[in-house]
């Protein structure tokens, strides 16, 4: 949702969580939006508070869904090959299909007025139907348009049709069941879209920009003004002396028309395009987009805001963000470094065309370090507005991402695998190491003595590097898509997966990767920041798609005791010696949501604790007559309506929530303590409060 108070520079004040599927159209009715997409859904949004739009209700089917328009308790849906659906929206949260009729054509977009619906039926034209009643609209009439009728507008007794490559057609339809053409102007392009305001009409003209035909008489329109777009005009609505044209991967244009004889562009909003990398530092998270950098604000992972967006004419690859400065593996444009010291107004500082091809970056200090191609950059970045290479090392295979650790660069090189140069003389690095891997080594990630590959086609490889001449793999774990990059958070490895979204495997113990948690992303994922329980994934034409991630925490345990601790700290676990037979894997699962909680208040600390045995991954209880300790601090804020004097461990049991019976609290210090016997899920819960009236019985 834009606010367009300035024309010039539109600005995001809200958007919703990623849809299902691109958007192919969307009708305002009252406090809602309707929207249809690529998946065949009609998806109803609450739009009061524009700030924070949400989707409430939803009606899918096969097709992609084209057109739609909304009268009273009705949206009217052009569902392509399944012709026009009449859907009841009088309860938003479940709009039902009341009627249909299934055109011969494909039904891209339509019109209403009175008891008609004028439906732009493709190669089969415009379609005229009955809609006076929902549950069985009947086609009265038809006139099939030379070309293929895309966009339709109504006004009395005519009809326009932006009839594709045979430009605007003007139908007569006072007799809806004889429709005939009675003019016509062959614009230069291809009339996707058509806006009637006045004697006007308005035609997005796909390449042939925006243009606008004087239709005062029908008979003989005539062209009066015309605007050239970046991109090509599928769109346009009008209001007041300005054009809002969608300009397909150049976003929205706003053409100022006052004076037709000066007709030009006033403003624009240009939406991140296909999103390849995401970088975050502090409340805001950087896209990299195809065709520029976008910046938001994430201090709200459900509701991050689109704060600025930068258009750059480059193929942008990889992104960091140090200080005031994005640097950006920009392809074949080399380093592009953008001045972010103002959200609001990036803009580029300098640019290091490198010979290669700059596909990944990393900053250490002064330095920026490109996976270029061809082999590793070495770039001086003390001065932003001078970078100057110091040092380059040719890699045999194709350099696509880098990693920095000391003196040493870890660079994923392709069908090579991972090279290790030596960089402590940054003017002549050198080769110390390598390992092969199977794959393609897209992307590298470092922590302490291991380095993990994300390798195309052999998935995510772990390596020992304490010894950097000779890096051994130790390690694999195979994950459902293409392993395209790597983040490492805690005791986590997050894998972009393309077309397998978001996989999370566990790396306690390096040697013995697994896989725990998988979250499928609409678009292809391509890289991922990690922050506080959320993933920003690069999702390409999805954007930026938040997801919030299992809040895990796993320890080993021996039969002479040990301990785990939450996070956050707020909660510990103590096994004293004994409590089990064998070393175990014991996980630490910290629940989003409270569940379950019938007549009872949750705090917010439900955690499920589980455990298995190291050598061979079976259930571990504890041993007969153990126990262990647990203590849970809370807050005032976390308590909420809760009675702190009631607030007690529970244990679920199956099908309630049972009291530990040695759960004990210390309101003085905010602390529950208590004694299991046992794992599973537990929670922290009590009483709400309640107000008591006395009852009175009055006796005549």
């Known amino acids: 949702m834009l606010d367009l108070s300035h024309l010039a520079r539109p600005n995001v004040v809200g958007q919703t969580a990623v849809l299902a599927a691109p958007i192919n159209d969307l009708a305002v009715n009252g406090n809602y939006a309707f929207v249809v997409d690529d998946k065949g859904g009609l998806r109803v949004i609450d739009i009061v508070n524009p700030a924070a739009p949400v989707e409430i209700g939803s009606y899918d089917r096969l097709n992609a869904a084209w057109g739609v328009v909304v009268s009273d308790d009705y949206a009217y849906v052009a569902y392509g090959w399944e012709g026009l659906r009449v859907i009841d929206v009088s309860e938003p949260t479940v709009p039902a299909e009341v009627g249909f009729y299934d055109t011969p054509g494909f039904a891209r977009s339509l019109a209403l007025d009175g008891d008609y619906a004028y439906v732009a039926d493709g190669g089969s034209g415009l379609r005229i139907i009955n809609v006076s009643n929902s549950a069985a609209p009947a ?112 976003g929205l244009r706003i053409i100022d028309f006052a004076n037709p004889a000066l007709i030009h562009a006033i403003g624009f909003f240009n939406p991140p395009g296909s999103v390849k990398e995401v970088a975050l530092s502090g409340d805001y998270a950087y896209l990299l987009a195809t065709n520029g950098l976008g910046i938001m604000n994430a201090s709200s992972p459900g509701n991050p805001i689109l704060v600025s967006f930068y258009d750059m004419p480059v193929t942008a690859k990889d992104i960091v963000t140090a200080g005031d400065y994005t640097y950006v593996a920009a392809g074949d444009r080399g380093l592009v470094i953008v001045n972010i010291t103002d959200k609001a107004y990036p803009r580029i500082a300098s640019v290091y065309n490198t010979p290669g091809d700059a596909s990944g970056v990393a900053v250490s200090g002064s330095y920026v370090y490109i996976a270029d191609g061809t082999g590793l950059r070495i770039i001086n970045v003390g001065n932003p507005r001078a970078p100057a290479e110091v040092g380059f090392y040719h890699t045999p295979g194709y350099a696509h991402h880098v990693a920095v650790s000391g003196s040493y660069a870890y660079v994923a090189d392709g069908a090579t695998g991972l090279r290790v140069i030596d960089v402590a003389n940054r003017a002549a690095p050198m080769e110390v190491g390598f390992c092969d891997t199977p794959g393609f080594a897209n992307d590298v990630a470092l922590a302490g003595d291991y380095a993990y590959v994300a390798d195309e086609g052999g998935s995510l490889r772990i390596l020992d590097i304490s010894n950097p001449a000779t890096p051994t793999e130790i390690s694999s774990c195979s994950t459902t898509g293409f392993d395209m990059g790597v983040t490492l958070a805690g005791q986590f490895a997050y894998v972009t997966d393309m077309w397998g979204g978001l996989a999370m495997v566990n790396i306690l113990k390096p040697w013995k990767p697994m896989e725990i948690a998988y979250r499928q992303t609409p678009g292809y994922s391509y890289g991922a920041a990690i922050v506080q329980g959320y993933a920003y994934v ?31 700290a707020g909660t510990q676990f103590v096994f004293p010696a004994g409590t089990f037979t064998a070393t175990i894997d014991l996980t630490y699962d910290h629940l989003w949501t409270d569940q379950n909680t019938a007549s009872l208040a949750g705090i917010g600390r439900t955690f499920d604790l589980t455990a298995v045995y190291s050598d061979t991954g079976q259930v571990a209880p504890l041993a007969p007559g153990h126990t262990f300790t647990a203590t849970l601090h809370y807050t005032d804020a976390e308590r909420g309506g809760a009675i702190e004097s009631t607030l007690a461990l529970y244990s679920w049991d199956g099908s309630a929530w049972v009291r530990e019976p040695t759960s004990v609290l210390d309101a003085g210090t905010n602390t529950i303590t208590a004694a299991p016997n046992h794992l599973g899920l537990f929670a922290v819960l009590g009483n709400t409060l309640r107000l008591t009236l006395p009852v009175v019985v009055k006796r005549n």
């Open 538 to 568: 690069a999702d390409s034409a999805a954007g930026m798609t938040v997801l919030r991630i299992p809040r895990y925490v796993l320890s080993t345990i021996v039969p002479q005791g040990g301990s785990l601790a939450s996070a956050d």
């Open 139 to 250: 086609q009265v009439g038809f006139f099939d348009t030379p070309g293929s009728a895309y966009g339709i507008a109504v006004d009395g007794d005519y009809a326009y049709v932006a009839d594709g490559d045979s430009g605007l057609r003007i139908i007569n339809i006072a007799d809806p069941a004889k429709p005939t053409e009675v003019g016509l102007y062959d614009t230069h392009g291809s009339a996707y879209d058509v806006a009637l305001v006045g004697n006007y009409a308005y035609i997005a003209d796909g390449t042939g920009g925006l243009c606008i035909v004087d239709v005062a008489d029908p008979t003989k329109p005539v062209r009066i003004a015309w605007c050239d777009t970046p991109g090509s005009a599928l769109r346009v609505a009008v209001a007041g002396s300005y054009a809002y044209v969608a300009d397909q991967t150049y």
